[in-house]
């Protein structure tokens, strides 16, 4: 039987571009047919307020799951790094995309340098220690879209801004003669856990989208995607934890790398098998770690 599979999403350029790179997937590798319905959520109508003022991740992902779990939508498509780590109950993730450049990336207006007196927007705790750290700069919270932040950035109201590599691809807008780029290795800037990665959520007691979704599935992302989702539940993090965490898969196991901050910065790396064991093995040393302090 042919479906009409009505995918949720939010407005925003990007989010719909990582939509129809998720439709693409399922209208070629099964019979069925996508419609996308768009949506605003708490996180886009109220860009006045940090994050934290008003829900963290949820903020961007609680309208599309409620419009799920009332079968408004039969799936929703979302940046992972942007889930809460609890979903709501009967909800899962049934499918992700192969994953992309993790790595943050520094964008500043032709010809700038960063001194020690520059201004970098970034409202990530994450991404403002690593900054910090590495330039001994000052950081200024920033929220909006991609092109939003760097229309900031054309008016000066800051000397940089720091943003996903993964969005910049998708929106082309990587190689912009007006912008300098430094793109930091993930090994020395750690990007936010599933930062790259789109995730595909569904109703886990709807077995025939349950079946469209493996057929979509990325298994190596998702295996760094449960690594990752198992570390920050571990961690017991919230939006405003300074952590971040990336996976790969090699020969014969897994490597995961972690950021953490508690009065001063700690990097980890572990290798493991099982994904969920090796970031709970992981999330235990770190503890362990800066309990001592």
């Known amino acids: 039987m042919i479906m009409k599979i009505r995918i949720g999403t939010r407005k925003s350029k990007l989010a719909l571009i990582q939509t129809n790179i998720i439709k693409d997937l399922i209208e070629k590798n099964t019979n069925h047919q996508c419609e996308i319905v768009e949506m605003s959520t708490l996180g886009d109508d109220r860009r006045d307020l940090k994050l934290t003022e008003f829900g963290g991740k949820g903020a961007f992902v609680d309208t599309i799951e409620k419009a799920l779990l009332d079968k408004s939508i039969d799936i929703a498509v979302h940046s992972a790094k942007d889930l809460p780590v609890q979903l709501e109950q009967g909800l899962e993730i049934g499918a992700v995309a192969k994953r992309a450049n993790p790595q943050d990336v520094l964008v500043m207006a032709q010809g700038k340098t960063i001194s020690s007196n520059s201004v970098i927007g970034t409202g990530s705790i994450r991404r403002q220690l690593q900054i910090k750290a590495k330039y001994g700069c000052k950081c200024k919270d920033?929220?909006?879209?991609?092109?939003?932040?760097?229309?900031?950035?054309?008016?000066?109201?800051?000397?940089?801004i720091v943003l996903a590599r993964a969005g910049l691809d998708r929106l082309n807008m990587i190689d912009i003669d007006k912008y300098n780029y430094e793109f930091f290795e993930t090994s020395e800037f750690v990007p936010a856990p599933c930062q790259g990665i789109i995730a595909v959520e569904n109703r886990a007691d709807d077995g025939d989208i349950r079946d469209v979704l493996k057929a979509i599935n990325y298994m190596e992302t998702y295996v760094c995607f449960v690594a990752e989702r198992a570390f920050l539940k571990a961690m017991d993090s919230g939006c405003q934890t300074p952590l971040g965490a990336i996976s790969e898969i090699g020969e014969k196991s897994l490597k995961m790398e972690c950021f953490y901050y508690k009065d001063k910065i700690v990097k980890m790396s572990i290798e493991g098998e099982n994904p969920v064991l090796t970031a709970a093995v992981l999330a235990k040393k770190l503890k362990e770690v800066t309990n001592e302090w």
Request: hydrophobic residues 20%.
């Open 142 to 160: 920033i929220r909006g879209n991609v092109p939003t932040r760097l229309k900031k950035l054309d008016d000066g109201e800051y000397d940089g």
